[in-house]
C-alpha cells in the first residue's frame, strides 16, 4: 500500500518543522553568545572612559599645580 499524497505532505511538513526548530535554537544560542559578547564590550569601553578620565582629571591637576 503506497502513502496517500495528503500523508508524504504531512511528512514533508513535519521534517521541515523539526529542521526550523533546530534551526532557531541554533540561532538563538548564536544570539545569546553574541549578546554576551557585547555587555563585554560596553563595559570595558566604560571601564576605557573611567580610567581616561581619571588620568584626565589628575593630568589637570597637576598642571594646576605647577603652573
Given at each position: 500500500?503506497?502513502?496517500?499524497?495528503?500523508?508524504?505532505?504531512?511528512?514533508?511538513?513535519?521534517?521541515?518543522?523539526?529542521?526550523?526548530?533546530?534551526?532557531?535554537?541554533?540561532?538563538?544560542?548564536?544570539?545569546?553568545?553574541?549578546?554576551?559578547?557585547?555587555?563585554?564590550?560596553?563595559?570595558?569601553?566604560?571601564?576605557?572612559?573611567?580610567?581616561?578620565s581619571?588620568?584626565?582629571?589628575?593630568?589637570?591637576?597637576?598642571?594646576?599645580?605647577?603652573?
Open positions: 500500500m503506497a502513502p496517500s499524497n495528503n500523508e508524504v505532505e504531512m511528512g514533508k511538513l513535519i521534517q521541515a518543522v523539526k529542521t526550523l526548530s533546530k534551526d532557531v535554537e541554533r540561532l538563538s544560542n548564536r544570539l545569546d553568545s553574541l549578546e554576551s559578547q557585547l555587555d563585554k564590550g560596553k563595559g570595558l569601553f566604560v571601564g576605557i572612559l573611567l580610567v581616561a581619571g588620568a584626565g582629571a589628575a593630568i589637570s591637576s597637576l598642571m594646576n599645580k605647577w603652573f
